[in-house]
């Protein structure tokens, strides 16, 4: 039993390093523009087989791989399985405003999570990942100082953080065919902005750090029936995140730095996150397995606005599919995964009077570790947001999906010392 628990306590040491510092990595979270408005652009957390199936899983089980877009999927576990999954991406950025062209590379985190069933009962997960990302830089904004004969002063504003999302979820077979999930999500992050202003003789720093920390509650449920047809459905309660700022700031000049005014703990406005509904069916068929998800973010409700822009609902279709010829089969090419998948965003911004949407496709391979379900997951997706149209710009990302997914057999009692 000492081997055991030792087993258990690694993945809960690797999740409080990654928690206690995951706020020390947010300078290449994204490079997008549109990570300025809000809380940033939400963050890429898909387990490798979702990213590979146009980011699916309301239906879709947690048998072989961890899903956490359902909690109810927990409970499809296999008894005394533990699941540990780990994630990372890589992204290249092309941003286009009709005149320039400009590339960028992000490389970060995307997931960590465990999953196990201890007693065949019910299916715990432990999940730490990013829910939104920031990253921007705008330089180079002129202005005229009022009052001067044509003296003008140089502004340079960047930002950079993240919040993160911590969250427990449970799911247990309620009915035959019927399983029904919770989630508690611990919403926490900072986001950084420095804002700098150059004139001929000095510069003019402003350091803000906003914190965000909050609670969310889900819902979710997944009906199988006629053996092979599943549906399922998810439920995020809507929630205040709580907001506090620390303020710095100072002045260079060639002789000296000196710091003007410094607040902390400033209560600031608090941030709202809207309701959100998702709706999945899926169905297996011969050597495919289909799945179609609808999501629906209600951000109308939330009645609050950007300076540039305004919040409005959220529509997101997602189709996907995976093929297996055999998955136990001694043929290893016969035990890949091959995946495909396409997406739809209608965005949650409106900007300029124009709504900041997206559309990707993704491509996916799962290979075999072992006979266990342990799978390395690649996936490609490419994604366009926006347009060139007015003050908008239009991007075109590339992403690499990396995630490790490894399965083992525990909770046994030894019969021998």
Do not use: C
């Not at 999570?113 to 180079?140: D, E, M």
Request: charged share 20%; no cysteine; hydrophobic share 35%.
């Amino acid at each position: 039993m000492i081997q055991i628990k030792n087993k258990l306590l690694l993945p809960f040491i690797l999740l409080f390093a990654l928690s206690t510092n995951i706020n020390s990595q947010t300078n290449n979270l994204t490079g997008s523009p549109y990570s300025l408005f809000g809380l940033g652009i939400e963050g890429n957390s898909n387990i490798g087989k979702s990213s590979g199936m146009g980011y699916t899983g309301i239906s879709l089980d947690a048998s072989e791989e961890i899903n956490f877009l359902n909690p109810a999927s927990f409970a499809t576990i296999k008894e005394k399985k533990f699941i540990f999954d780990i994630g990372f991406y890589t992204q290249i950025e092309s941003l286009n405003n009709g005149e320039n062209n400009e590339l960028r590379h992000v490389t970060n985190f995307s997931n960590f999570a465990i999953g196990f069933n201890a007693n065949g009962k019910y299916g715990l997960g432990l999940s730490l990942l990013p829910s939104s990302n920031v990253g921007y830089t705008l330089v180079g904004i002129e202005s005229v100082i009022e009052g001067s004969n044509n003296e003008s002063y140089s502004t340079n504003i960047t930002g950079s953080g993240s919040l993160n999302d911590l969250r427990v979820d449970y799911g247990q077979p309620l009915l035959k065919n019927l399983n029904v999930g919770l989630r508690f999500s611990y919403l926490f992050g900072k986001i950084e902005e420095t804002e700098s202003v150059q004139t001929t003789t000095s510069l003019l720093a402003i350091e803000k750090d906003n914190y965000y920390s909050g609670v969310r509650f889900g819902f979710g449920a997944q009906y199988t029936f006629l053996e092979k047809n599943t549906i399922g459905l998810t439920i995020e309660s809507p929630t205040s995140l709580s907001a506090s700022r620390d303020t710095t700031t100072s002045k260079i000049t060639e002789s000296a730095l000196t710091t003007i005014e410094e607040t902390t703990n400033e209560n600031i406005a608090n941030f709202k996150l809207p309701l959100k509904l998702g709706l999945g069916i899926s169905k297996k068929y011969k050597y495919f397995n289909f799945a179609l998800d609808f999501k629906k973010s209600f951000w109308n409700s939330t009645n609050q606005s950007d300076e540039t822009g305004d919040y409005v609902d959220q529509n997101i279709i997602n189709f996907g599919t995976e093929f297996i010829k055999d998955p136990t089969s001694y043929k290893y090419w016969e035990r890949i995964n091959y995946r495909a998948g396409f997406n739809y965003d209608s965005g949650y911004l409106k900007v300029d009077d124009k709504n900041i949407s997206s559309s990707s496709f993704s491509l996916g391979l799962g290979f075999p570790l072992d006979f266990n379900g342990s799978k390395l997951n690649l996936s490609y997706g490419y994604k366009k947001t926006g347009n060139i149209d007015g003050i908008l710009i239009q991007e075109n990302i590339h992403t690499i999906n990396i995630n490790l997914s490894l399965t083992d057999l525990w909770f046994i009692k030894r019969k021998y010392n």
